[in-house]
């Protein structure tokens, strides 16, 4: 992993970013001058491109919304079909995620540590650094959690280090799991909301810490219900302790990225779909004909009619686009949000814990939930309620009640849209049709691994493989045991 990391991290901070124009000159003016620069700049940098990744569709770094069966390609159908490898996908989920992201928030961690406070910052600098590492640490969690869950297992512990270490072992997902709880409820416990953080660069929440208290219990609260089939009993502590601590109880607590109207720094669903000038996507069919079908208002939101209706394109064929809806107003618009972890997420896993363990009411938490995604979505209470009355929770099948309804309301989270219905197994989403050899007749559950593990770790790429059961897109992670 060693030849990897390296050969990409000296040109990383040179590609697009959110640092201001001067910045960039500067940055531009001097490729080393990526390892002096403020700490700021790198989480700045690091934050766009964790949350472009997770919000982009481009074909060649993040296919979920084909997976999800949420949009459908137009004239190209490869990837709808998981061949993902063509494009050597996983490589470039390896680059956003260890070299983008990963390695410049260590880089961040480190400069931090050497910053030499002025006279005026010496006297509240011990605690703004500490909280500084806990929020940038908070960002680490967040990202090995999506290598986990989109692969297995994983280098971590070797993982950025690889400048020691030529050739990175692979560790446990379950192991990194238990070592991402402790490492976030120690940030957490370090964390202190009457002091500052970051007073430039931080573009989540602007280094507010009470707002990173909250995240940071949201994501520990996704943790836990991750684990929810694999180890109950530490799931289930997580999750309490996540909830005691405090989680998203609005969507004024949504950790968003704020895009710009311009290039480059314009969301990266209007990136591809607008300024790209191609039209390669149009609404899928299987969430359409659903939504048809309990009349549900965010049709509006989601998609843009045709012919007077909603109309979904078929899973793995060619549709054309003025056959079928095109995605909605929102991938149309420059400054569209990038979602990091938002309230209705948030609140899809306190009714999944309730419902689980009864920690709280899970009708009620269920309710709160598809109202979340009403308003998200700019609908009206009243809306919200009308459709609930028409599609109520049923505790005898609270799985497929939470799994259905997440599934719609992550919309626009395709990355996390994977996790609750790999985990609920909700909706029974069929394959697509000429789905590739080498997705056995199933919908993918995992990424394999990038071609450059193979042939540049191989001794290492063979053990992760072999400990997950094979290096397969139907190879279940360690979490998804239904």
Not at 285 to 291: A, E, P, Q, R
Not at 313 to 335: C, L, M, R
Not at 468 to 474: K, V
């Amino acid at each position: 992993m060693k030849k990897y990391l390296i050969a990409l991290i000296a040109a990383a901070p040179l590609m697009n970013s959110c640092v201001d124009d001067a910045r960039m000159e500067e940055l531009n003016k001097d490729p080393n001058s990526y390892y002096t620069t403020v700490p700021s700049t790198l989480v700045t940098y690091a934050e766009k491109q964790l949350t472009d990744y997770m919000n982009t569709p481009n074909v060649n770094v993040n296919n979920l919304r084909l997976t999800m069966q949420y949009w459908q390609e137009t004239t190209y159908t490869d990837e709808s079909r998981y061949d993902f490898d063509t494009r050597n996908v996983s490589n470039r989920v390896f680059d956003y995620t260890y070299v983008r992201t990963l390695k410049n928030l260590d880089q961040a961690k480190k400069l931090v540590n050497e910053y030499n406070p002025t006279a005026a910052e010496q006297a509240t600098w011990q605690q703004t650094k500490v909280n500084q590492l806990a929020i940038i640490d908070m960002l680490q969690v967040y990202t090995f959690q999506v290598l986990v869950d989109t692969f297995g297992d994983v280098p971590y512990t070797e993982a950025l280090v690889a400048e020691q270490n030529t050739l990175t072992k692979y560790d446990s997902g379950k192991d990194i799991y238990a070592g991402l709880i402790k490492r976030l409820q120690a940030d957490l416990a370090s964390l202190d909301t009457s002091a500052g953080s970051f007073t430039s660069g931080e573009k989540f929440y602007n280094g507010k810490t009470a707002s990173w208290k909250k995240f940071g219990n949201s994501l520990l609260l996704k943790l836990g219900i991750a684990l929810a089939d694999a180890d109950p009993a530490l799931a289930k502590a997580t999750c309490e302790a996540a909830i005691r601590g405090g989680v998203f109880t609005s969507g004024a607590d949504d950790c968003l990225l704020p895009y710009l109207s311009a290039s480059p720094n314009f969301n990266q669903i209007y990136s591809n779909l607008v300024a790209s000038n191609r039209n390669d996507f149009v609404a899928g069919k299987t969430i359409v004909d659903h939504m048809n079908g309990t009349q549900d208002a965010r049709r509006s939101e989601y998609f843009q009619l045709r012919n007077g209706a909603y109309i979904g394109g078929v899973i793995g064929e060619n549709s054309p686009f003025k056959q079928y809806s095109a995605p909605g107003k929102f991938a149309y618009t420059a400054t569209t949000p990038g979602i990091l972890l938002n309230y209705t997420e948030v609140a899809f896993y306190l009714a999944e814990a309730a419902a689980r363990w009864n920690i709280g009411n899970a009708e009620e938490l269920y309710k709160n939930a598809v109202r979340a995604s009403f308003a998200q979505w700019g609908k009206t209470a009243a809306e919200a309620d009308a459709y609930l009355l028409a599609n109520p929770y049923s505790a005898a099948n609270w799985k497929q009640s939470l799994g259905m309804e997440a599934w719609v309301a992550m919309y626009n989270q395709p990355v996390q849209a994977w996790n609750f219905w790999r985990r609920l197994d909700y909706p029974k989403l069929k394959p697509a049709v000429g789905a590739v050899n080498s997705a056995n007749g199933q919908v993918p559950v995992r990424l394999t691994y990038p071609t450059s593990e193979k042939t540049t770790n191989p001794t290492n790429y063979a053990a992760g493989a072999a400990a997950i059961g094979g290096d397969f897109l139907y190879t279940k992670i360690f979490w998804d045991k239904n």
